[in-house]
């Protein structure tokens, strides 16, 4: 028999938690039978969400926390003191073994702070970075870091890069990941002082495939398939990313559907534009893990789609079945 992925979810999490959540869950099930989840969060609240779907009930526990880390709270105060929420109920589970995983919609800033205190990071590894993917022309890219780590060190991103190799070969199947620090210009010189201390050292790295900087212009045309940068500017590139998407996308059905002549073009090119316009929806890619630590978190954005809810669920299959953790450990041994 075919041990199953336990995966807790944080059923509190997201602006329309438990609803969302729920259903991602219901539809993750029915999409695999490789994985159980157990819905963490307040019981009454989740149960009665669930009472509206048919579900595969032995693969799915409701575990009771009573309390929910709210978005604007302060991160690490929340951690300390609500210990019966939903965040740290379901990290503790990942923590002792119960999970292989989690995920959350929930407050960035308290799942950041529960991962590195209560998963803890994998030993040897300086920061747990996130690591999400973007669409680009040829597929998809990395973007590592974009939020953990806004004052990371030249060393960070070092193995920024290496746990960014491996999880691009061992899930997506990329093989010699190309990787490539966010820069301002092509030539080595430019940059500010985390860039310049960084790239000898990358150049230098035996085990990935270093190619040089890459300009945020460069970034959706997919030349790399490892981004490496702090979290500010991965932050600035994601959410940039996804504004001029999401507003390319209304604009271009706007526009098909603004006279009679559009309206008619739109009905030819319809089942391709919408086949390409689907590659650049980023709920289709699921959330961002939290690599470098002793199990895998998964975080999603507030207002996840039930979509990426599932796919961030799922997406925890390969994870442990690839054992990207080990993997992490090893490459990171082996240059130490």
């Not at 609803?19 to 099930?29: I, P, R, T, W, Y």
């Not at 589970?93 to 991962?115: F, I």
């Not at 920061?127 to 953990?148: E, F, M, N, W, Y």
């Amino acid at each position: 028999m075919v041990e199953l992925v336990k995966i807790a979810v944080d059923a509190m999490g997201g602006d329309e938690a438990p609803g969302v959540v729920v259903q991602a869950v219901v539809e993750a099930l029915k999409a695999s039978d490789k994985i159980k989840v157990f819905l963490v969060g307040q019981e009454n609240a989740v149960r009665s969400e669930l009472s509206k779907y048919e579900y595969p009930q032995e693969r799915l526990e409701v575990v009771n926390a009573t309390e929910a880390i709210e978005m604007a709270e302060p991160p690490a105060t929340a951690i300390r003191k609500k210990k019966d929420s939903s965040i740290v109920v379901a990290m503790k589970m990942v923590k002792s073994g119960q999970c292989d995983a989690y995920v959350s919609a929930g407050s960035t800033g308290a799942n950041l702070v529960g991962g590195q205190a209560l998963v803890g990071r994998l030993p040897g590894v300086r920061r747990s970075p996130l690591a999400p993917l973007i669409p680009t022309a040829k597929g998809v890219s990395l973007l590592i870091d974009c939020g953990a780590n806004v004052d990371a060190k030249a060393g960070d991103l070092v193995q920024f890069a290496k746990m960014g190799s491996i999880y691009m070969e061992n899930i997506m199947g990329v093989k010699n990941p190309k990787v490539g620090i966010v820069n301002i210009g092509a030539e080595e010189e430019k940059g500010n002082a985390l860039v310049k201390e960084t790239f000898p050292l990358l150049r230098e790295c035996q085990d990935i495939n270093f190619v040089g900087s890459v300009e945020a212009r460069d970034i959706p045309a997919g030349d790399v398939d490892v981004m490496v940068c702090e979290a500010f500017v991965g932050n600035v590139i994601l959410k940039m990313y996804e504004g001029v998407g999401s507003t390319l996308i209304k604009e271009v059905k706007a526009g098909m559907v603004s006279n009679t002549r559009s309206k008619i073009g739109a009905l030819l090119v319809k089942p391709a534009l919408k086949e390409t316009l689907k590659k650049f929806e980023l709920d289709q890619y699921g959330g961002a893990p939290m690599l470098g630590l002793n199990g895998l978190v998964v975080k999603t954005h507030g207002s996840a789609s039930v979509t990426e809810v599932k796919n961030s669920i799922l997406q925890c299959i390969d994870f442990t079945e690839q054992h990207i953790s080990e993997k992490i450990q090893a490459a990171l041994n082996a240059g130490a």
